[in-house]
């Protein structure tokens, strides 16, 4: 058996907040920051450091509007973050082809 890469998990994607984050917009291609908070089921601030982050390097984009006089900010993937969620998502076949190979 060959050995297994863990180093091949990208840890900005990695933890449930982000990688939830990055899937949900992957699915939905945009969505607005209350969407998300209730859809992850997290708080104000533990999203907003998460999305912070996301958007530091380059995994998604925000866009600031204001609708009826209500600041609102949607997210979207750029497109170094969906290769970046691809890869994970290859990362974590090959860890699970590996363990159901053992199993």
């Given amino acids: 058996m060959a ?40 708080t104000d601030g533990s999203l907003g450091i998460h999305l912070q982050k996301l958007e530091e390097i380059g995994y998604i984009r925000s866009k600031k509007a204001f609708v009826k006089r209500r600041p609102k900010t949607t997210y979207r993937l750029t497109i170094k973050g969906k290769r970046a969620l691809a890869k994970y998502f290859e990362s974590m076949r090959k860890l699970l082809d590996a363990v159901e190979e053992i199993g």
């Fill in 3 to 42: 050995p297994i890469d863990f180093n091949g998990l990208d840890t900005a994607v990695h933890g449930p907040i982000r990688l939830g984050t990055m899937t949900a917009l992957h699915i939905d291609r945009e969505l607005d920051f209350t969407t998300l908070k209730k859809r992850l089921q997290v």
